[in-house]
């Protein structure tokens, strides 16, 4: 088993608006493509066949949606710990991530209430945003 | 098709809220064998997903799935197409309605997921889909077309609601430029395609034959950039004269962020103040962005950016 990022958790109180979370760079490989896309069982051809996606008018194979929120999963508690409960995950899809590209993402404690904090973040390729949205977390009190 | 739009909209929108297909439910349960797959793939390492001593002292008290895994569990895994086409909801739907009226194209913009409660192995989902909401006819940079909301909702073996979400699509029918940029082989711009119109003609035409032409007023007034209406005398009448080519940095900023495509940054523009006395924004090149001065003296020149389509930009004026 690998490794866990981190097995503690934040609590509420130690976050305060305008923290950073830690980046996350992903370097986008035809692997990464593929197994995000067969790991949520999405079989559409334009995930995972190159010849295919050329032919229905893309540069290459593209990142899933389901994949891209699995990132965003993670990157909130690869920040806040494994007991950190997502609430929501709001997106918005842009730019597409093809092999040979690279993901970063970044983000911020934008609110905090109630137990909850929501986190805005952004994942940017070298094509431009692909990913902005927030996350909504319960933390430990 | 303009005549249809008002129907159109008023038949989709007595189709919103009604269900769409047959609820559907997953093929397995909620299992640890796909959660350890999915967190291979992204590499997620939060134990609470895979380590059941780790899971079992958690908050949770046990193993729970990844909550952004949410739409695996009711996926309908590898089929043929012959298959897919057989499962597709049958009757009116908002999106064979919209392909029917020329939105044939689809692009995602939006997902939101809420969940109610995290999932263990052993949940059993069924899912639902209803359309929530269609937008008026809009103007993207895609093309024209509505945003359709459609809302999913997730249940457990007990009929209670784990999750909810709202995946928003733009339906459009493609513009000739989104559909040919689309196209493979097609060479990356480098400058945004001019907009020509029968005021600005003149002066596009001027940079394709390299040079550089100002507008003037029968009343002697020179303007740019060019417009209809002397600001000075009112005149409608004006005529093309050519400038020199020389000028000085009047401004000019050094643009970071955001970036724009196509643009490359950083990005230098500048004002110039052309000898003839009107001011023109373009790029300076050949030059590193701090060794622009004011007032430096520049002098236009005439790039082939891309194949047969020349831009004006300045350099430095040498000597």
């Keep these: 088993m690998r490794e866990p990022t981190r097995t503690t958790t934040l609590r509420y109180h130690q976050v305060a608006i305008g923290d950073e979370l830690s980046d996350l760079t992903l370097p986008i490989t035809a692997t990464v493509i593929v197994s995000g896309a067969i790991a949520s069982r999405d079989y559409q051809d334009v995930h995972h066949d190159r010849d295919l996606a050329v032919e229905r008018g893309s540069e290459d194979i593209f990142m899933n949606i389901l994949t891209s929120n699995g990132y965003v999963g993670r990157f909130v508690t690869d920040w806040a710990g494994p007991e950190a409960l997502i609430q929501r995950v709001d997106i918005r899809l842009g730019a597409p991530n093809y092999p040979g590209d690279t993901m970063v993402m970044t983000g911020r404690v934008k609110e905090k209430s109630d137990g909850i904090i929501t986190v805005e973040l952004v994942g940017k390729n070298g094509l431009g945003n692909h990913v902005t949205g927030t996350v909504d977390l319960r933390l430990p009190q | ?220 007034k020179l303007r740019h950039p060019p417009g209809p209406m002397c600001p000075v005398c009112r005149s409608l009448e004006w005529e093309a004269a050519e400038a020199c080519g020389r000028g000085t940095v009047y401004s000019y900023v050094v643009a970071h962020h955001p970036p724009i495509p196509p643009f490359e940054y950083p990005n230098l523009i500048v004002l110039v103040e052309l000898e003839e006395g009107v001011r023109i924004v373009s790029n300076l090149v050949d030059i590193e962005p701090e060794e622009v001065e004011i007032g430096m003296a520049v002098r236009a020149r005439f790039d082939e950016v891309e194949p047969d389509r020349i831009l004006l930009q300045f350099e430095r004026a040498k000597g």
């Design chain 2, 1 to 220: 098709m303009k005549k249809s739009e008002t129907p159109l909209l008023d038949q989709m929108r007595q189709l919103t809220g009604a269900p769409v297909g047959e609820p559907n439910t997953a093929r397995d349960p909620v299992n640890q064998a796909m959660i350890r797959h999915w967190c291979d793939a992204v590499d997620d390492r939060n134990p609470v997903y895979t380590d059941p001593e780790f899971a079992e002292k958690s908050v949770h008290g046990g193993i729970v799935a990844p909550p952004t895994m949410l739409q695996a569990w009711t996926m309908p895994g590898l089929m043929s197409r012959e298959e897919r086409e057989a499962r597709a909801p049958r009757g009116p739907s908002v999106l064979r309605l919209l392909d029917e009226a020329g939105f044939t194209s689809v692009v995602a913009t939006n997902c939101t997921q809420a969940y109610k409660r995290y999932l263990r192995p052993g949940d059993l989902l069924t899912v639902s889909h209803s359309i929530e909401a269609v937008s008026d006819e809009k103007k993207t940079a895609l093309g024209v077309g509505h945003f359709v909301t459609q809302l999913t909702c997730y249940r457990d073996q007990n009929g209670e609601e784990v999750a909810t979400m709202r995946f928003r699509l733009l339906k459009f029918r493609p513009t000739e430029r989104s559909a040919g940029a689309e196209r493979r082989g097609a060479p990356k711009r480098s400058r945004p395609v001019p907009s020509i119109n029968h005021d600005n003609r003149f002066f596009w035409d001027g940079v394709q034959a390299g040079r550089l032409l100002i507008q003037r007023c029968f009343c002697g």
